[in-house]
């Protein structure tokens, strides 16, 4: 969900020219993968810097390229949660030759 500061932009015509014109140059690079896990399509695009009512105005990071990712949803709401759960991705499984996921035990947390 926009936060309520960003309805207004992410309504705007110059977000959805932007957002078009970066998914169509997504899907020229690599089809359209998603950025984090190029395992799944895009669902949406992400900025890299969140968007505040500071920066929101200022082009240069809410209409950026470098500052947009194509993100699948699985991606998209893993990062929209909170910081802790990015360090979780540290604990993230692995896979045995069977490809059954096995847990990665961090020895530091034990
Ligand atoms: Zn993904």
Redesign the pocket.
């Known amino acids: 969900m926009a936060k309520e500061f960003a309805r207004a932009f992410y309504d705007g015509m110059s977000w959805r020219r932007c957002r078009k014109a970066y998914i169509a140059e997504r899907i020229a690079i690599d089809g359209g993968l998603?950025e984090?896990?190029r395992?799944?399509l895009g669902y949406m695009v992400h900025h890299k810097i969140p968007l505040t009512p500071e920066n929101i105005n200022d082009p240069l990071i809410s209409l950026s390229h470098d500052n947009l990712e194509y993100?699948?949803k699985?991606?998209h709401d893993r990062e929209e949660g909170h910081f802790i759960k990015q360090r979780e991705n540290r604990s993230r499984c692995t896979f045995d030759a069977e490809g059954n996921p096995v847990p990665i035990i961090l020895r530091e947390e034990e």
């Open positions: 998603c984090q896990c395992e799944r993100e699948c699985e991606c």
